[in-house]
C-alpha cells in the first residue's frame, strides 16, 4: 500500500512538472500541492525538488517572497537529510539558491540576488569542476559585489580547468589591473592575446596597461592594431594619447 503511494506521488510529481514545462502555472500548482501532501511517502530528493518546483510557480506568478520560503524550505531539508546523494545535493542547493537569486532581483534587493548567485553558481562548479561558463558567471558575480580578488581567484582556478581559454585570462588581467597588479595584468592579456588570435579590445586593454607602466610607445602600438581591426573605442584613445 505505502509502495503504491510512493508511485501516485512520483506521478503527481512528473505531471505537475510537464505542466510547469506547458505554463499551465494553476495545473502545476495543484499537482504539486497534492504530491507535497503526501511527502512522508517518498524519498527526500523527491521533497527537496517539490519544494523548488513550487518556488518556480510562485517566481511565474510574481509571489517572490513565497517563492524565497519554499527555497528556504528544500534548503533546510538538504542541510538535514544525510539519505540524498552527494550530487544531488549539489544540483538541488543550484536550483534553489538560483531560484532564490531571481526572486531577490526582482525584489530589488541587488546584494542579496548577488550573494544567492555567488552560492548557486559555488554549487554548479561542485556538481561539474569543468564548467567553464559556471566559474565565467561567478567571478562576474565577484565583479558586480566588487571582490576583486575573490574574481582573480575564480579566474586563476578556472584556468586549473581551461589552461588555454583566452576570456580567463583577460578576465584575471581586467582584475589585477583594478587592484594595480599591472605587471600581472600585462602577463595576462599577452597570454589572452595569443590564445585568441585577434580581439581588439583585448589589444586596447593591453594598451591601457602599458601606459600605466609607462609604456607609451607600445601603449600606442596596442591603441594603433585595435584601430587598424575596426574598433571604435580605441579610435578616440588614440587620438587622445598618441597624436
Same mark, same amino acid.
Given at each position: 500500500?505505502?509502495?503504491?503511494?510512493?508511485?501516485?506521488?512520483?506521478?503527481?510529481?512528473?505531471?505537475?512538472?510537464?505542466?510547469?514545462?506547458?505554463?499551465? =502555472?494553476?495545473?502545476?500548482?495543484?499537482?504539486?500541492?497534492?504530491?507535497?501532501?503526501?511527502?512522508?511517502?517518498?524519498?527526500?530528493?523527491?521533497?527537496?525538488?517539490?519544494?523548488?518546483?513550487?518556488?518556480?510557480?510562485?517566481?511565474?506568478?510574481?509571489?517572490?517572497?513565497?517563492?524565497?520560503?519554499?527555497?528556504?524550505?528544500?534548503?533546510?531539508?538538504?542541510?538535514?537529510?544525510?539519505?540524498?546523494?552527494?550530487?544531488?545535493?549539489?544540483?538541488?542547493?543550484?536550483?534553489?539558491? =538560483?531560484?532564490?537569486?531571481?526572486?531577490?532581483?526582482?525584489?530589488?534587493?541587488?546584494?542579496?540576488?548577488?550573494?544567492?548567485?555567488?552560492?548557486?553558481?559555488?554549487?554548479?562548479?561542485?556538481?561539474?569542476?569543468?564548467?567553464?561558463?559556471?566559474?565565467?558567471?561567478?567571478?562576474?558575480?565577484?565583479?558586480?559585489?566588487?571582490?576583486?580578488?575573490?574574481?582573480?581567484?575564480?579566474?586563476?582556478?578556472?584556468?586549473?580547468?581551461?589552461?588555454?581559454?583566452?576570456?580567463? =585570462?583577460?578576465?584575471?588581467?581586467?582584475?589585477?589591473?583594478?587592484?594595480?597588479?599591472?605587471?600581472?595584468?600585462?602577463?595576462?592579456?599577452?597570454?589572452?592575446?595569443?590564445?585568441?588570435?585577434?580581439?581588439?579590445?583585448?589589444?586596447?586593454?593591453?594598451?591601457?596597461?602599458?601606459?600605466?607602466?609607462?609604456?607609451?610607445?607600445?601603449?600606442?602600438?596596442?591603441?594603433?592594431?585595435?584601430?587598424?581591426?575596426?574598433?571604435?573605442?580605441?579610435?578616440?584613445?588614440?587620438?587622445?594619447?598618441?597624436?
Amino acid at each position: 500500500k505505502e509502495k503504491s503511494k510512493d508511485v501516485i506521488v512520483v506521478a503527481l510529481h512528473a505531471r505537475g512538472n510537464l505542466y510547469k514545462v506547458l505554463d499551465k =502555472y494553476d495545473e502545476a500548482w495543484s499537482e504539486l500541492s497534492k504530491a507535497i501532501s503526501m511527502k512522508q511517502f517518498i524519498n527526500k530528493n523527491h521533497v527537496v525538488d517539490l519544494y523548488i518546483q513550487r518556488a518556480d510557480i510562485r517566481l511565474a506568478f510574481q509571489q517572490y517572497r513565497e517563492a524565497i520560503t519554499y527555497c528556504d524550505n528544500a534548503l533546510v531539508l538538504l542541510r538535514n537529510v544525510r539519505e540524498i546523494q552527494r550530487e544531488d545535493s549539489f544540483e538541488l542547493s543550484y536550483q534553489a539558491y =538560483y531560484n532564490r537569486a531571481k526572486a531577490y532581483v526582482k525584489l530589488e534587493n541587488r546584494f542579496m540576488a548577488l550573494c544567492n548567485l555567488d552560492t548557486a553558481y559555488r554549487q554548479l562548479i561542485l556538481l561539474e569542476p569543468t564548467d567553464t561558463d559556471a566559474y565565467y558567471n561567478l567571478s562576474a558575480t565577484y565583479i558586480e559585489l566588487e571582490q576583486y580578488a575573490e574574481a582573480k581567484k575564480v579566474a586563476t582556478k578556472a584556468l586549473t580547468v581551461a589552461p588555454t581559454d583566452a576570456k580567463f =585570462y583577460a578576465l584575471r588581467g581586467d582584475m589585477n589591473f583594478k587592484l594595480r597588479g599591472f605587471e600581472e595584468a600585462l602577463k595576462d592579456y599577452n597570454a589572452a592575446i595569443m590564445y585568441s588570435g585577434a580581439e581588439p579590445d583585448y589589444y586596447h586593454m593591453r594598451a591601457y596597461i602599458k601606459l600605466q607602466l609607462e609604456d607609451r610607445e607600445g601603449g600606442c602600438e596596442d591603441l594603433l592594431q585595435a584601430v587598424n581591426m575596426g574598433y571604435e573605442p580605441a579610435k578616440e584613445d588614440f587620438e587622445k594619447v598618441c597624436r
